[in-house]
């Protein structure tokens, strides 16, 4: 008999909840099939079948809560045994896919298939080693029929049902996110200040280089992001207090740059970490951050990718948002908002230019950073942003 355990935990993350189970007791299984979804507060992280046989005692259900290496079924070994047909899935909430088509989707894209009622078996996987990848499952959906893709319109309720509420638990990501949101309100003493930039240096460099770059590194395309995370790093060497963290009564100033990227996903927002990101060129920063993003959308990310981080940008205008606060990353004493792109009328030289124009808005916590120090390092980014050659010369 083989324990099936919980993967091993980092410190960061003490426990998660066992999500669903794609199998039942008495299921055959296949040697790297998916058995259950565990969340935690970070990721969701899939448990998979060491080898051939049959799910013989699940031990810990759906909603239970688990800690590292703690058993959570057994597996009965046998070479011959053959998967199961798709029907009953144990605790899932709905029909599991068959152990063929289910090893080559992700949580997230499976349970798009059960959303939009796909047989996973008709569509052929792009992704690595043949998985489905959530671009595959939205193909699907845009093929089919409109009868069949367009949404059912509910009946009119009627006047007793006009008021129905639901109540569902919330995810363990979502409850993370507001108790850390809480305690960043209540354990800091957080502060922001705003300023703007001329984006017209950028656009126009964009403009110039974006098809040689994306023809010299494989595809790549020249965005934003990557501007913004350069010009935070040369900020964090000048003003290394940005760059620090409380830890109880002492301040650890870091002698590296971690920057952590806040990206938006079916679960929630996540912050991965661009690691040494200073050692990092534009290229690879854009491809680092396009590949969490992929990662985010089908609940793919590890939760070393997760872990630390020195300074967080987060990037409200890919939502249309002109102006916001963000709120810190404890243990991390700032972090740096970035918006909407937007023509507006300004005075240049005595006269008056149409121009892209950003607002830049910086949190921070006033227990380490000096409003003198976070104005002036808001002040740098934007001076670097107005012109880019001093990202190349470190002036």
Same mark, same amino acid.
């Given at each position: ?5 919980a993967?091993?935990?980092?410190e960061?993350v003490?426990d998660?909840?066992i999500a669903?189970w794609?199998?039942?007791?008495g ?8 058995l259950?979804?565990?969340e935690?507060?970070k990721v969701?992280i899939e448990?998979?079948a060491p080898?051939?046989?049959?799910l013989?005692?699940?031990c810990k259900?759906?909603g ?13 070994p ?6 199961a047909a798709? =029907?009953?899935s144990?605790?899932?909430p709905?029909?599991?896919a068959?152990?063929?088509?289910a ?9 798009l298939l059960?959303?939009h ?6 569509? %052929? ?5 043949g ?6 499952? !939205? ?5 089919l029929?409109a009868a069949e ?6 009946p009119?309720?009627?006047a007793? !049902? ?6 569902v638990?919330? %995810? ?5 996110i507001?108790?850390r ?8 003493a ?6 703007e930039?001329n984006m ?8 110039r280089?974006?098809?040689r770059? !994306?023809?010299t590194?494989d ?5 934003y992001? %990557?501007f913004f995370?350069?010009? %935070?790093i040369e ?10 963290s409380i830890?109880?009564?002492d301040?650890?100033?870091?002698g590296?740059?971690d920057i952590?990227v806040a990206?938006?996903?079916?679960r ?8 040494d ?5 534009f ?5 680092q951050?396009?590949?969490f993003?992929?990662?985010?959308r089908? =609940?793919?990310l590890a939760i070393e990718?997760?872990?630390g981080?020195t ?5 409200? =205008?890919?939502? =249309?948002?002109?102006l ?6 404890p243990?991390?004493?700032?972090i ?10 300004m ?5 008056v ?7 830049l808005?910086?949190s921070?916590d006033?227990r380490l950073?000096?409003?003198k !120090?976070?104005v002036?390092?808001l002040v ?7 012109d ?8």
């Amino acid at each position: 008999m083989i324990e099936l355990k919980a993967p091993s935990l980092p410190e960061s993350v003490p426990d998660g909840t066992i999500a669903v189970w794609h199998r039942k007791a008495g299921d055959a299984v296949t040697r790297d099939e998916p058995l259950a979804d565990i969340e935690t507060d970070k990721v969701v992280i899939e448990v998979v079948a060491p080898s051939n046989g049959i799910l013989k005692e699940i031990c810990k259900h759906a909603g239970d809560t688990i800690i590292s290496n703690e058993l959570i079924g057994r597996i009965e070994p046998s070479e011959d045994a053959a998967p199961a047909a798709a =029907g009953d899935s144990g605790d899932s909430p709905s029909a599991a896919a068959p152990a063929s088509d289910a090893a080559l989707a992700g949580p997230a894209v499976r349970r798009l298939l059960q959303e939009h009622d796909l047989d996973p078996a008709a569509i %052929s996987g792009t992704g690595k080693g043949g998985r489905i990848t959530r671009k595959d499952v !939205e193909a699907a959906i845009e093929q089919l029929p409109a009868a069949e893709s367009a949404p059912v319109p509910e009946p009119a309720p009627q006047a007793s !049902e006009s008021r129905r509420e639901q109540r569902v638990p919330m %995810s363990r990501l979502r409850a993370r996110i507001a108790q850390r949101l809480l305690e960043a309100s209540n354990s800091t003493a957080m502060l922001t200040t705003f300023n703007e930039v001329n984006m017209q240096p950028i656009v126009d460099i964009r403009k110039r280089h974006q098809q040689r770059f !994306e023809q010299t590194h494989d595809g790549v395309r020249l965005g934003y992001m %990557s501007f913004f995370v350069r010009a %935070s790093i040369e900020a964090l060497k000048r003003f290394p207090a940005v760059n620090a963290s409380i830890d109880g009564d002492d301040i650890v100033y870091h002698g590296y740059q971690d920057i952590g990227v806040a990206v938006s996903s079916p679960r929630g927002l996540v912050v991965p970490v661009l690691r040494d990101a200073d050692n990092m060129g534009f290229a690879q920063i854009e491809r680092q951050i396009l590949e969490f993003g992929e990662k985010a959308r089908s =609940g793919k990310l590890a939760i070393e990718e997760l872990a630390g981080g020195t300074f967080t940008i987060s990037n409200g =205008g890919v939502f =249309g948002s002109l102006l916001s606060t963000p709120i810190l990353n404890p243990p991390q004493t700032a972090i740096l908002g970035v918006h909407k792109i937007q023509q507006r009328p300004m005075a240049v030289d005595g006269e008056v230019c149409i121009l892209p124009m950003m607002y830049l808005a910086l949190s921070y916590d006033h227990r380490l950073i000096d409003g003198k !120090e976070a104005v002036q390092f808001l002040v740098t980014i934007k001076e670097l942003l107005e012109d880019p050659t001093r990202l190349v010369l470190e002036i």
